[in-house]
């Protein structure tokens, strides 16, 4: 008995330290992936025009969620404040990593909580997992999926259901399975692209939502589609405020998603690169 006791008590030993090494690894793989994909996203950025600045993990600009961010990549001049990208190893057993890239908006979020959540319900998601044959298909098949497709929520959904440039884009860029989702803590809201499957479970159909792979760097296109539903989101916020008489903490500028200009809130086309803006129809207080 005594012998069971000392064996068992070894091996529980021999597990605790297996999980303290394997820890310390992910540490050291966490510090050594944000300072090399943070800084490989903010230089991509930079090489397609977007003015962007890896902020130091202790800046007081930087965001403290979500959790495990590897960093902080600022945007200035546009719509979008940062991109963060999130990183996990998963169970400590496991050496497979799962990443999650956020486009954040900072802005004051008191009382519009539930205008400004939303989710892009796509008809397309089957063939997005199917790459490259996804841009297989005819006129007649893109038709139907873009007049499937739409954005499900209160006056951030209306306002993005109102433009239909915006979903032409989401189909250009494979962009199937969106969330839109406000953080009252970090006083921001937060986009996030992440694919999805389906699966058969107990005779019925689920879905099962993943992280984005490593490397999920934006083309010029897919920042643009991001722009775009940033500048609906500080278009809510603006026309919310003016309508209730609200004093924002985080003044806000609205850029046109396309050439990055400032517009003001009446404006409905932009005048350097013809941009059309969809108007709020209905905003309530």
């Known amino acids: 008995?005594?012998?069971?006791?000392?064996?068992?008590?070894?091996?529980?030993?021999?597990?605790?330290?297996?999980?303290?090494?394997?820890?310390?690894?992910?540490?050291?793989?966490?510090?050594?992936?944000?300072?090399?994909?943070?800084?490989?996203?903010?230089?991509?950025?930079?090489?397609?025009?977007?003015?962007?600045?890896?902020?130091?993990?202790k800046s007081p600009e930087a965001f403290r969620n979500p959790y495990y961010v590897l960093g902080d990549v600022k945007i200035e001049g546009r719509n979008i404040d940062a991109i963060l990208v999130q990183w996990s190893a998963g169970d400590f057993e496991k050496s497979d990593s799962h990443y999650r890239y956020?486009?954040?908006?900072?802005?004051?979020?008191d009382g519009l909580e539930s205008k400004l959540k939303a989710d892009f319900k796509s008809n397309w998601h089957d063939r997005c997992s199917q790459k490259p044959n996804f841009y297989q298909f005819d006129k007649t098949l893109m038709d139907k999926e873009l007049s499937n497709s739409y954005w499900e929520g209160k006056e951030l959904a209306q306002l993005l259901n109102n433009d239909p440039e915006l979903t032409q884009k989401l189909y250009n860029e494979g962009l199937d399975c969106l969330t839109v989702r406000p953080d009252k803590g970090d006083q921001c809201v937060r986009i996030e692209h992440s694919h999805w499957t389906l699966y058969l479970s107990d005779g019925e159909v689920?879905?099962?939502?993943?992280?984005?792979g490593r490397k999920q760097f934006p083309s010029r296109g897919t920042f643009e589609a991001y722009e775009e539903i940033a500048y609906a989101i500080r278009r809510v916020i603006l026309t919310s405020s003016q309508k209730s008489s609200l004093t924002l903490e985080y003044p806000l500028i609205l850029h046109c998603p396309k050439c990055g200009i400032e517009l003001t809130i009446e404006a409905d086309l932009c005048l350097q690169c013809?941009?059309?803006?969809?108007?709020?129809?209905?905003?309530?207080?």
């Not at 800084?39 to 950025?45: A, D, K, Q, V, Y």
């Not at 956020?102 to 979020?109: E, H, I, M, N, Q």
């Not at 013809?274 to 207080?285: D, F, Q, R």
């Open 102 to 109: 956020f486009y954040v908006v900072r802005a004051s979020l």
């Open 1 to 57: 008995m005594r012998s069971l006791k000392r064996v068992l008590g070894t091996l529980k030993e021999a597990r605790a330290r297996s999980k303290e090494e394997v820890l310390r690894s992910d540490d050291n793989r966490f510090r050594s992936e944000r300072e090399l994909l943070t800084g490989e996203l903010c230089r991509h950025l930079q090489d397609v025009s977007i003015n962007a600045i890896l902020l130091e993990p």
């Open 274 to 285: 013809g941009k059309n803006l969809p108007h709020p129809t209905t905003i309530s207080k």
């Open 206 to 212: 689920h879905i099962r939502t993943g992280s984005v």
